[in-house]
């Protein structure tokens, strides 16, 4: 060492080698398995509730990125959901299938499921887990825009879902019996069943005994084999960002319903009453966050056309004398439109009929209120202009000759030309019966 510290790129050589080693002793590694530190690598811990939809894929989908981003151990994915869209659906489990980070579905807390898209998404998980009181199952696919398909179109989503989650199963190694029996027959077992039959594997009473369960356990990921270590990890709660949380919220089809409903009230108002601008512009916003909804939601494009020919009715009162029949027409098209938006078997894409009847009820309310405001306008007698003149009464202060010949009155503190049918002498009181230009009718009082 005394001589090499001669060598004028002994330094450059050392760190050479440094380099070199370490990098020998990381293949090394690599082949019997992952590094493992002494302070294990965090777990990125996800909840996710209800409805699987665009919003929650892109979430679910972040999550994941972030967690190889972020050095994660483990991503733990907890699961409570009804079901979902199925294109949704599948980006997650194609998201779960290229992780690098092995991903833990945890059906989960008690009470809670994983139906429909659910039972996809804990099949394809590295490994998966329920807490007792929990259940799993009923993954028939159904037409989520409500319509009837013939038999064979029937037969062609089913086998297709069959296949599917038999494709899962076997990648996952769990029971692909079952799974197509939960697609076939629409069957629903507990987590002890599942646990049985080698659907999940495992059974956790909260995330600390998940955690503690997983902790030493040999997963298949897209890098090779990863050990998880779960003893002394730090747990990050991933949460949904503002934007997410949003977008969630306006796709459930009663959210959706009432942005129509304001959006529509808001033109209408912009209608009739021109250059009032808030209300249109809040109408706009409303609108176009329902019609983002829209896209994730089964509508049914004839219930949207006769909403929308419900606003054409309610303006048309406005500008047509039709004693009320548009009002009436656009409050069917309003009822029929509402009950026809949303059609599906699945009563989480439905709209509540206790949103629904509030919500038509006011919406009706509101346009017959305005549409009174409005003809109570138009009746009202003028209070300005030369209009507003007529009724006033006033006194004649140069006599007025019969047929063309005109005099002078004094009415509302002015003086103005007058003519009358019959001659009406100086002094006489007088009542404003027209307008003729800068002339006034009178006749005596």
């Given at each position: 060492?005394?001589?090499?510290?001669?060598?004028?790129?002994?330094?450059?050589?050392?760190?050479?080698?440094?380099?070199?080693?370490?990098?020998?002793?990381?293949?090394?590694?690599?082949?019997?398995?992952?590094?493992?530190?002494?302070?294990?690598?965090?777990?990125?811990?996800?909840?996710?509730?209800?409805?699987?939809?665009?919003?929650?894929?892109?979430?679910?989908?972040?999550?994941?990125d972030d967690a190889q981003a972020g050095g994660a151990?483990?991503?733990?994915?907890?699961?409570?959901?009804?079901?979902?869209?199925?294109?949704?659906?599948?980006?997650?489990?194609?998201?779960?299938?290229?992780?690098?980070?092995?991903?833990?579905?945890?059906?989960?807390?008690?009470?809670?499921?994983?139906?429909?898209?659910?039972?996809?998404?804990?099949?394809?998980?590295?490994?998966?887990?329920?807490?007792?009181?929990?259940?799993?199952?009923?993954?028939?696919?159904?037409?989520?825009?409500?319509?009837?398909?013939?038999?064979?179109?029937?037969?062609?989503?089913?086998?297709?879902?069959?296949?599917?989650?038999?494709?899962?199963?076997?990648?996952?190694?769990?029971?692909?019996?079952?799974?197509?029996?939960?697609?076939?027959?629409?069957?629903?077992?507990?987590?002890?069943?599942?646990?049985?039959?080698?659907?999940?594997?495992?059974?956790?009473?909260?995330?600390?005994?998940?955690?503690?369960?997983?902790?030493?356990?040999?997963?298949?990921?897209?890098?090779?084999?990863?050990?998880?270590?779960?003893?002394?990890?730090?747990?990050?709660?991933?949460?949904?960002?503002?934007?997410?949380?949003?977008?969630?919220?306006?796709?459930?089809?009663?959210?959706?319903?009432?942005?129509?409903?304001?959006?529509?009230?808001?033109?209408?108002?912009?209608?009739?009453?021109?250059?009032?601008?808030?209300?249109?512009?809040?109408?706009?916003?409303?609108?176009?966050?329902?019609?983002?909804?829209?896209?994730?939601?089964?509508?049914?494009?004839?219930?949207?056309?006769?909403?929308?020919?419900?606003?054409?009715?309610?303006?048309?009162?406005?500008?047509?004398?039709?004693?009320?029949?548009?009002?009436?027409?656009?409050?069917?098209?309003?009822?029929?439109?509402?009950?026809?938006?949303?059609?599906?078997?699945?009563?989480?894409?439905?709209?509540?009929?206790?949103?629904?009847?509030?919500?038509?009820?006011?919406?009706?309310?509101?346009?017959?209120?305005?549409?009174?405001?409005?003809?109570?306008?138009?009746?009202?007698?003028?209070?300005?202009?030369?209009?507003?003149?007529?009724?006033?009464?006033?006194?004649?202060?140069?006599?007025?000759?019969?047929?063309?010949?005109?005099?002078?009155?004094?009415?509302?503190?002015?003086?103005?030309?007058?003519?009358?049918?019959?001659?009406?002498?100086?002094?006489?009181?007088?009542?404003?019966?027209g307008v003729d230009g800068m002339v006034l009718k009178?006749?005596?009082?």
């Amino acid at each position: 060492m005394k001589h090499l510290s001669r060598i004028p790129y002994a330094p450059a050589i050392l760190f050479f080698f440094l380099v070199l080693s370490s990098v020998t002793g990381r293949s090394v590694a690599d082949e019997k398995g992952p590094l493992q530190p002494n302070t294990p690598p965090p777990i990125h811990y996800i909840v996710v509730e209800g409805i699987i939809n665009p919003v929650v894929s892109e979430f679910i989908a972040k999550g994941l990125d972030d967690a190889q981003a972020g050095g994660a151990g483990v991503v733990v994915l907890q699961l409570d959901t009804p079901g979902g869209l199925d294109l949704s659906m599948r980006d997650i489990i194609k998201a779960i299938f290229a992780s690098e980070v092995p991903v833990v579905v945890y059906v989960a807390p008690a009470g809670g499921r994983a139906a429909s898209a659910g039972v996809f998404i804990t099949y394809a998980a590295h490994i998966a887990a329920m807490a007792p009181g929990t259940n799993i199952g009923s993954a028939h696919p159904v037409a989520i825009g409500g319509g009837k398909l013939d038999e064979t179109m029937v037969k062609k989503v089913e086998n297709d879902a069959v296949a599917y989650i038999r494709s899962i199963a076997k990648k996952r190694k769990r029971n692909a019996e079952w799974a197509e029996k939960a697609v076939r027959e629409s069957v629903n077992i507990t987590a002890g069943e599942a646990l049985e039959l080698k659907v999940i594997d495992i059974i956790a009473d909260s995330r600390t005994e998940l955690f503690k369960t997983l902790d030493g356990r040999r997963v298949e990921t897209v890098r090779g084999v990863r050990v998880i270590r779960t003893e002394g990890a730090v747990v990050v709660d991933v949460e949904m960002n503002l934007r997410s949380r949003i977008l969630r919220a306006i796709s459930n089809p009663n959210v959706a319903y009432i942005l129509m409903m304001i959006g529509l009230m808001g033109i209408y108002f912009e209608l009739s009453n021109p250059g009032v601008i808030l209300p249109g512009v809040l109408g706009a916003i409303c609108l176009v966050l329902a019609f983002y909804s829209f896209q994730a939601l089964p509508v049914n494009y004839a219930g949207l056309i006769l909403i929308g020919l419900s606003l054409v009715f309610f303006f048309a009162e406005t500008q047509v004398v039709s004693f009320g029949l548009l009002t009436m027409a656009g409050v069917v098209s309003l009822v029929l439109g509402s009950l026809m938006l949303f059609k599906s078997p699945l009563p989480f894409m439905r709209l509540s009929i206790w949103v629904l009847l509030p919500t038509v009820i006011l919406m009706t309310l509101f346009v017959l209120g305005t549409t009174y405001l409005a003809v109570t306008v138009h009746r009202r007698r003028p209070v300005s202009g030369v209009d507003a003149m007529v009724g006033e009464e006033g006194t004649v202060v140069e006599d007025i000759g019969g047929g063309e010949r005109n005099g002078k009155v004094f009415v509302a503190g002015e003086y103005w030309d007058a003519s009358s049918d019959a001659p009406v002498e100086r002094g006489a009181m007088v009542k404003v019966v027209g307008v003729d230009g800068m002339v006034l009718k009178v006749i005596r009082k």
